[in-house]
């Protein structure tokens, strides 16, 4: 499998700025030379819209939108298959009005956070809902009803979708336990047979505390911390996906992978065969936007049940921005 996985800090509202930035990167790649492009979450819009009022402007209507034009000639061009994240605009039917929030907030959903699939033919696949929806989504967006599968030709297989938080447990459901979860994504892919988990991310950088300030950097970030790989978030973004990996408790015993720093192996190829693992791509974005920070650090994992440890194939750096190749089984990546 080769994955080409965009990491950029698009600048808000300047779609086509931000799709010429995109097309720029991708020009570089060769037809057939890849299986999989992967972009992330409202990557051409940006992502930190306060309201319904800021956004709708950049609602996108599916197929015909900014992203999915660009999504079809991409896979088209390249005879690949491409995902990449986009705010949809919702059909008058489903707008609601008036949403009450939990924290008092009132919200209008004329959106939802979305994902769109495009084939090798340039041909619309499918879209997919954010299903988990962070506070910034919940004043336009609709959420979605549940994860998506794709039954997708080898070497990709069944590849599951998911966006961003949707890798945090759903409320109300609190993460009180490390093994009983909940590991919503997890258990999904488990039950779906997944070969493939793509999560399509605007995940926010670890130093980064409520409402977006920055908090104290932690000690064993290293004086070059900005530069380097978010490796709390990688480490988080393992734990919970912890059923795909971790050992089979046994009563008695103590459960391997207890979030102890070191959790996160860097490896390829242990003697597994291809049917037991799952690959999981997370595509980020990097940058600031609107006093948020980004956490970048796309990742690549292969994930083995019961075997113990995450092992971690490639990774970026926090601040990076360009595409990078992967392939599995490695040949190391290749930054384009």
């Known amino acids: 499998m080769r994955v080409a996985v965009l990491q950029f800090a698009p600048r808000i509202g300047q779609v086509q700025e931000n799709i010429r930035r995109a097309e720029s990167l991708c020009n570089r790649l060769k037809p057939n030379s890849v299986d999989l492009v992967c972009l992330p979450e409202m990557i051409f819009t940006g992502y930190v819209f306060p309201d319904a009022a800021s956004i709708s402007p950049y609602l996108e209507d599916p197929r015909t939108g900014p992203t999915s034009q660009f999504c079809a000639s991409l896979a088209a061009r390249l005879h690949c298959y491409v ?24 919200a209008e959903r004329v959106g939802a956070n979305s994902a769109v699939l495009y084939g090798p033919d340039g041909q619309w696949l499918g879209g997919y809902r954010k299903t988990n ?55 999904y892919c488990i039950r779906q047979r997944t070969r493939v988990l793509v999560l399509l ?51 008695g015993t103590a459960p391997e992978g207890s979030g102890a720093p070191g959790e996160v192996q860097d490896g390829d190829g242990d003697g597994r065969t291809a049917d037991e693992e799952l690959l999981v791509v997370i595509c980020n974005r990097s940058g600031t936007e609107n006093g948020i920070t980004f956490a970048g650090s796309s990742a690549l994992f292969c994930l083995t049940r019961n075997s113990g440890r995450p092992r971690l194939l490639h990774v970026m750096k926090r601040r990076q921005e360009g595409l990078e190749v992967w392939a599995y089984p490695s040949e190391g990546a290749k930054a384009i």
């Open 133 to 187: 929806l962070y506070e910034t989504d919940m004043t336009w967006a609709k959420p979605g009803t549940g994860f998506q599968t794709f039954d997708l030709p080898p070497p990709l297989g069944p590849l599951s979708l998911g966006i961003c938080m949707d890798l945090n447990t759903q409320p109300p459901a609190v993460w009180s336990d490390l093994v009983s979860g909940p590991y919503e994504v997890a258990e």
């Open 201 to 251: 991310n605007a995940w926010l950088d670890s130093r980064t505390g409520k409402g977006g300030r920055g908090i104290e950097a932690h000690p064993d970030d290293g004086e070059d911390a900005d530069e380097e790989t978010d490796w709390r978030t990688i480490e988080y973004w393992a734990m919970r996906l912890r059923p795909l990996w971790a050992k089979v408790v046994q009563e």
């Open 83 to 106: 995902l990449a994240g986009y705010p949809e605009r919702l059909p008058p039917d489903e707008v609601e009005h008036d949403v009450q929030l939990e924290d008092g907030r009132v």
